[in-house]
T-cell receptor, first 116, second 111 residues
């Protein structure tokens, strides 16, 4: 199993450009998440999904959109990129109820985005 | 006040030392407590998980939760250079939607 795979690993965007961060998992997990990690700030939840066709906002959703058409894929769309979106983005997945059972989220290796 | 407070370090110790990492929190609804380890330029991975108060031991690692003081700790015995990483505490009241991470403590174990 590859686990959670994110692409691209690095990207530089100009202000106002748009892009999609791709995330796919091969563990048949229902739950998928997008976090951003800024220095000294911990991980902040952007969006999450409990299954195909169901998504919901997290703590910091502004400027982002998601879709979940399949169990495996959970892309994150950035529209009109701004310098404040410079960050490291992590996609994660988990079986349902895992926080209450094992606390385990499975993370990808991250996508480093710089907006200039 | 942040919901979860964690000393960012950096913390540097010699090989073989006992390391103590700590987090405090303010939300009394938190019941599930986790420690994640994150190597440089990698995603976090679960290291320890504890439900409610008490201790849990796994090899050289011990996780401790004191809900009355809203304080959790991770102890690393006989620390190794391979333990050099950022350690993130995380806690939840039961759903991943409510999972809250600390800012992480950067640890370096010197050979």
């Amino acid at each position: 199993n590859a686990g959670v795979t994110q692409t691209p690993k690095f990207r530089i965007l100009k202000i106002g450009q748009s892009m999609t961060l791709q995330c796919t998992q091969d563990m048949n997990h229902n739950y998928m998440y997008w976090y951003r990690q800024d220095p000294g700030m911990g991980l902040k939840l952007i969006y999450y999904s409990v299954g195909a066709g169901i998504t919901d906002k997290g703590e910091v959703p502004n400027g982002y959109n998601v879709s979940r058409s399949t169990t495996e894929d959970f892309p994150l769309r950035l529209e009109l990129a701004a310098p404040s979106q410079t960050s490291v983005y992590f996609c994660a997945s988990s079986p349902p109820g895992s926080v209450g059972l094992s606390g385990e989220l499975f993370f990808g290796e991250g996508s480093r985005l710089t907006v200039l | 006040q942040k919901e979860v407070e964690q000393d960012p370090g950096p913390l540097s110790v010699p090989e073989g030392a006992i390391v103590s990492l700590n987090c405090t929190y303010s939300n009394s609804a938190f019941q599930y407590f986790m420690w994640y380890r994150q190597y440089s330029r990698k995603g976090p991975e679960l290291l320890m998980y504890t439900y409610s108060s008490g201790n849990k031991e796994d090899g050289r690692f011990t996780a401790q939760v004191d809900k009355s003081s809203k304080y959790i700790s991770l102890f690393i015995r006989d620390s190794q250079p391979s333990d050099s990483a950022t350690y993130l505490c995380a806690m939840s009241s039961g759903s991943a939607r409510q999972l809250t991470f600390g800012s992480g403590t950067q640890l370096t174990v010197l050979p």
